[in-house]
């Protein structure tokens, strides 16, 4: 039987200082010289802290999801999934909601583990006072212990829980660079920020989706640039997923404030670990592109079943148009005659024919209880303007007396207000006036008006960028206002933008769109809480 080795107080001291100097230089040597001992000491001493253990062998083929089995007919599965940090407590009152709620879904917890190591940076690369002490055991808050998940598993047929990935907190933008992983299948990592993107595949299949997770640990970053910048990020958060009984699955963001004390899903709501309602209503629904006269049936009838059982108090509707009749792009240099023949069967080739019928789906969301707005948007007064600009009437007869009418409408309204063209309200004039809707039945707003619902502004369509250039994503995330915008059809969450998708036919529909789309059926809840949801309708279904 060998001889048990006692390390002393004084010799775990020195293997600490030994460590914490070797983490600072990265050199054997180097600390040998500053703590006057020889280089095997130091070598030695490391191995007694762990940090020289080698593998002997390794290597696996590939890394093999687990299958999670679908729930029996007429019941629903439900998955809880998040992020927690080694040497991390758990945020408790957080915590203690999101089993709260786990407990009101039936859910199963799974909790993906990753690793950030603060001992890489000595007492002289940080500020006063932030130094932290050097640890040597990687250790997780016991509260997590039986749902840590740090493995592949299939929930369903085309989506992945990737808890075997670990990803640095300080990432910016933790899912660059997965795009592909895990082939078309969606996949969500964990992670302590909430992003999302939606990936294009072929027409023939859905979109890919990447979800980050946010996380239950609380906040415990170096205080550099990258770990101050986290912090601003770090979202106590998570994603319930619902799975049901033929494979169809549906993902939601749930998170909180910094101080964790209430969350809510749809009209479920949680504060201080208890479920305290099941009929919370959402402050504001911001629904996918609407694009009437080619919008998606099932999909806006599923859209209003959504908004009666949630009962928003605003509604934001993005693209109320398609703006077939008035589409620029059908008389160029030469006109288009197949699409103009294709326009023609729709019955579209007539303006007040699609102003008709647009303001017939439109009058379909309306409700007494919630206000609804139209933010200005590229395929509205944008295109209404440019027809009246380009168009001429003299050739066009089905349309030259509501041409006329509305080009009076405009010169009247240009000199009796004395402002530019595009502060002349077109959509409220040719809605009210021409096509028949009640007065203020929709609050149409011009370009650069701003509807803030809490602190998220949620009056930008997503075309108009900074300083002049074209809207997109990456350009809207950086202007320092969170903001829920639509226009590009591909739901996805930037920092602090979430953009919704489209209530409208994907991409085969249209008369412009070809090729691999990441088009889907979305749209964007805001919870009292001031946080936010992204709901994908699956099979015309917004939840299982």
């Known amino acids: 039987m060998g001889k048990k080795t006692v390390v002393t107080t004084a ?33 030695r001493y490391l191995r007694k802290a762990g940090l020289l253990k080698k593998p002997i062998a390794g290597g696996k083929q590939h890394a093999q999801a687990e299958q999670a089995s679908l729930p029996k007919n007429g019941q629903v599965k439900r998955f809880i999934l998040t992020a927690a940090q080694n040497n991390t407590y758990v945020h408790k009152a957080f915590w203690d ?126 205080q550099k640039k990258l770990g101050i910048k986290a912090e601003h990020h770090h979202r106590y958060a998570f994603l319930l997923v619902e799975v049901d009984a033929e494979g169809n699955w549906w993902v939601r963001q749930v998170a909180a404030r910094k101080n964790g004390k209430n969350i809510q899903d749809l009209n479920v709501e949680v504060e201080g670990g208890k479920v305290v309602s099941t009929d919370t209503r959402v402050d504001a629904i911001t629904w996918g592109d609407l694009h009437a006269t080619n919008s998606q049936p099932e999909v806006v009838a599923a859209s209003l079943q959504m908004l009666d059982t949630l009962k928003p108090k605003y509604q934001f509707i993005h693209d109320v148009m398609e703006g077939v009749s008035i589409n620029r792009h059908y008389v160029k240099s030469q006109p288009l005659p197949h699409l103009n023949f294709f326009r023609w069967l729709r019955g579209l080739h007539r303006v007040d024919e699609e102003l008709k019928q647009t303001r017939t789906i439109l009058e379909s969301y309306l409700r007494p209880w919630c206000k609804t707005i139209a933010p200005d948007a590229n395929h509205d007064a944008h295109w209404l303007e440019s027809w009246l600009n380009k168009f001429d009437y003299r050739y066009d007869p089905a349309n030259a007396e509501l041409f006329l009418r509305m080009q009076n409408h405009m010169y009247s309204q240009i000199r009796e207000k004395m402002c530019p063209p595009k502060n002349v309200n077109l959509m409220k004039y040719a809605f009210e006036k021409e096509a028949g809707l009640k007065a203020g039945a929709v609050d149409f707003l011009l370009p650069d008006e701003s509807f803030q619902v809490g602190e998220v502004e949620c009056g930008m369509h997503g075309h108009l960028g900074p300083d002049g250039a074209w809207g997109s994503p990456s350009n809207l995330a950086k202007i320092g206002k969170k903001a829920t915008t639509a226009h590009t059809h591909s739901a996805g969450i930037y920092h602090g933008l979430y953009v919704a998708g489209t209530s409208s036919k994907l991409t085969k529909e249209w008369d412009y769109t070809m090729g691999p789309s990441s088009w889907s059926h979305s749209h964007v809840l805001l919870y009292p809480n001031g946080q936010r949801a992204i709901v994908t309708m699956k099979n015309n279904k917004w939840h299982a």
């Open 11 to 43: 010799k775990r001291k020195l293997i600490e200082q030994v460590a914490s100097e070797y983490a600072k230089s990265g050199s054997m040597r180097a600390a040998a010289k500053t703590l006057g001992i020889h280089r095997r000491s130091v070598e």
């Open 97 to 222: 909601n999101l089993l709260a709620m786990a407990k009101h879904y039936d859910a199963q917890i799974l909790v993906g583990t990753f690793s950030y190591n603060q001992n890489n940076f000595g007492r002289l690369a940080v500020k006063r006072g932030t130094k932290k002490p050097y640890e040597t055991e990687l250790w997780f808050d016991p509260a997590i212990q039986p749902y840590i998940s740090d493995k592949k598993i299939e929930l369903a047929k085309g989506l992945t829980w990737c808890g075997n990935m670990n990803i640095l907190p300080t990432e910016d933008n933790p899912i660059a660079g997965l795009e592909t992983y895990g082939g078309s299948s969606s996949i969500v990592f964990p992670h302590t920020k909430i992003e999302m993107r939606s990936i294009a595949t072929t027409p023939d299949m859905p979109p890919k989706m990447i979800y980050t997770t946010g996380t239950v640990t609380l906040m415990n970053y170096l």
